[in-house]
């Protein structure tokens, strides 16, 4: 059966990075809105530290990175690079299986972490109320069991995103997103348990990596040979994700690590105050700057020149400007009347500081997805990785101390101080690899 191909050559990067843009844009922001909707039914429903736990509960869900280490990325770069020159020794399957058997194992070994884990973390950990830590441990094992469906499915939305099919990846996500707060909602009626909660996701979550597996069957049916735990292929691979794999797990823990400081060092009650802006900043940048950033990588890892990479990264930039720079001013200006008509007074009251410091940093956060995207794609991961790992002490030093100093305000400090550090890094990092300015790059682009 020949492979279904349906992702246009470089001729046109321009008009390609818009509409796959585009596409990112809905399949994030479809979720979005329904939280809008969903996060202040739920509040009321199961109150402010049953909602704080469920938020950590969707940080362990959606940071699959942190499990797959690396290989859903790793695996969108190769196929991209790669598959147009292997048609003729058929080595691309070979590396692919091996990369999903060794997803496989490691989401599994992940789980039988996660569940040795579970107990000490409900118990004394996350500082959870004594009524709620029966409900929070079996929550706790259920994520455990989900965590292979999780890597897996990450695995699986890389090779589709490898073939530029955006629009079967975000027909799979949007669902998958609007049941993470759906689901929840369904469950309240019945049961306040945060374990059905939780069951109800992982079961989305389950049916949609039935989906991804069948949609990569049609697009690219020589890839998906049985996945191999062990293989000769499985080397390479890991070799040459080994850097991303550093990267994809320290990026996505240092963002989600302070909500669980918060727990640990204040109360589990309070982790809403902070979760919840920082749900809204977050995802305003998946719908927008991450949504470009995404659609560019495997754009970048075709590219077959620099110039064709400088033309793309410009316009990421100039993209991101346009669209991400105005709703983040809006949101830092009106913090407090959005917190009060989504949430209520008391989230207006104790998260408007939070959410304008997290609005300041997201906006830099924003913009060094595109040079990350470029500097990881044109394969220097080692670079982003190194770039997490000495960033790593000092940015869990100072969220610490600052969250022991001003409370959630401080952990909002803590992190945009380190995305805005980050963003420059990065922006340097990828001057040097383009030899040429990328702001310069980006105004050449606009004019």
């Known amino acids: 059966m020949e492979e279904v191909e349906s992702s246009p050559a470089l001729s046109r990067p321009g008009h390609r990075l818009v509409m796959n843009s585009l596409l990112n844009a809905v399949g994030q922001g479809v979720p979005i809105l329904v939280a809008i909707g969903s996060v202040p039914l739920l509040l009321r429903g199961l109150g402010t530290e049953r909602t704080g736990l469920l938020t950590l509960s969707w940080s362990i869900i959606g940071y699959a990175s942190l499990f797959d280490f690396g290989l859903g990325r790793a695996l969108t770069q190769i196929i991209a690079e790669r598959r147009q020159q292997d048609t003729a020794n058929g080595e691309l399957p070979r590396v692919v299986s091996a990369a999903l058997g060794a997803m496989l194992l490691i989401g599994c070994a992940s789980a039988l972490a996660m569940l040795v884990l579970a107990r000490w973390a409900t118990s004394a950990g996350l500082n959870v109320s004594p009524q709620l830590q029966s409900e929070t441990l079996a929550a706790a094992r259920l994520l455990a069991v989900g965590i292979p469906v999780v890597v897996l499915t990450s695995g699986y939305r890389g090779i589709l995103e490898a073939y530029e099919r955006f629009d079967l990846a975000n027909a799979v996500r949007v669902p998958i997103g609007i049941s993470t707060f759906l689901g929840p909602l369904i469950a309240m009626p019945f049961t306040h348990s945060l ?49 991303m794999t550093v990267s994809n797990i320290l990026s996505p823990l240092m963002s989600s690590a302070d909500r669980f400081f918060i727990s640990a060092m204040i109360s589990a009650s309070v982790v809403a105050y902070y979760t919840a802006p920082y749900e809204m900043v977050t995802r305003l940048m998946a719908m927008m ?28 930039v100039r993209l991101i400007a346009t669209t991400f720079v105005p709703v983040i001013v809006l949101v830092f200006a009106a913090a407090p009347t959005i917190l009060r008509l989504w949430l209520g007074d008391a989230f207006a009251r104790e998260s408007t500081a939070v959410l304008r410091i997290l609005a300041v940093g997201i906006l830099m956060n924003g913009f060094a997805q595109a040079p990350f995207a470029m500097i990881q794609a044109r394969g220097r991961a080692d670079l982003t990785a190194k770039i997490h790992l000495v960033e790593l002490p000092f940015y869990i030093g100072s969220v610490l101390y600052l969250i022991r100093v001003n409370g959630i305000a401080g952990a909002a400090v803590a992190w945009t101080l380190r995305v805005t550090v980050e963003a420059v890094v990065l922006f340097v990092v990828a001057r040097s690899l383009l030899d040429e300015p990328v702001i310069e790059a980006a105004i050449s682009e606009a004019t």
Request: cysteine-free.
């Open 195 to 243: 374990a059905w909660a939780v069951g109800v996701l992982l079961a989305a979550r389950a049916a949609g990596l039935v989906a991804l597996i069948a949609l990569v069957e049609r697009v690219a049916p020589r890839l998906t040979t049985r996945p191999s735990l062990l293989h000769a292929s499985l080397g390479p691979v890991m070799r040459f994700g080994a850097w």
């Open 289 to 316: 700057a991450l949504a470009v950033a995404t659609s560019l990588f495997p754009a970048f890892a075709r590219a077959a020149d620099i110039s064709t990479a400088r033309v793309l990264l410009g316009r990421g």
